[in-house]
């Protein structure tokens, strides 16, 4: 389980090696993606709060990075965090996650972004439910949700 020093260290020292990397140019990246989730994933975009697909969903299955195809989350970590974006406790695998400060917005933030192709995800907070503390703020542009069988949503 990851505490919020955990995610300190990553940020500060050194991320968790990826199991594999995806790399693309933006002419790539744009040529795959919507123009909302190149936003998202590539340019550190902030979807709006509520009107996202997966803030209010609560449906059984993982959560993939929309980028690279990658397991971020599961929705056992899912929560109700009244924030207007989709909430977990805890990524899916530690090696999953990688971590950034991000001094923008004149707000000092750890970034979260996909360890394999780097893609921008969202924010975690150290504001989370027990035990762990944690609150992955993610973007809905940035996931794919996969029922068991497969199927996307
Ligand atoms: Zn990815």
Redesign the pocket.
């Given at each position: 389980m990851l505490r919020w020093l955990d995610v300190l260290t990553f940020a500060k020292y050194s991320n968790p090696e990826p199991p594999r990397r995806?790399e693309k140019t933006a002419a790539e990246w744009a040529a795959e993606l919507t123009p909302a989730q190149f936003r998202v994933l590539r340019e550190q975009a902030t979807e709006p709060p509520y009107r996202n697909a997966y803030c209010r969903s609560y449906e059984p299955g993982r959560y993939e990075?929309v980028?690279?195809r990658?397991l971020l989350f599961d929705s056992a970590t899912k929560y109700h965090a009244i924030s207007g974006w989709p909430s977990f406790t805890q990524p899916a695998a530690k090696s999953a996650i990688r971590y950034h400060f991000d001094d923008s917005h004149n707000m000092q933030r750890v970034e979260v972004r996909?360890n394999?192709?780097g893609?921008h995800l969202g924010h975690v907070f150290p504001d989370g439910p027990a035990p762990a503390g944690l609150r992955y703020c993610i973007n809905s542009e940035s996931l794919v949700r996969v029922e068991e069988n497969g199927i996307l949503f």
């Open positions: 995806v990075c980028g690279c990658s996909c394999v192709c893609g």
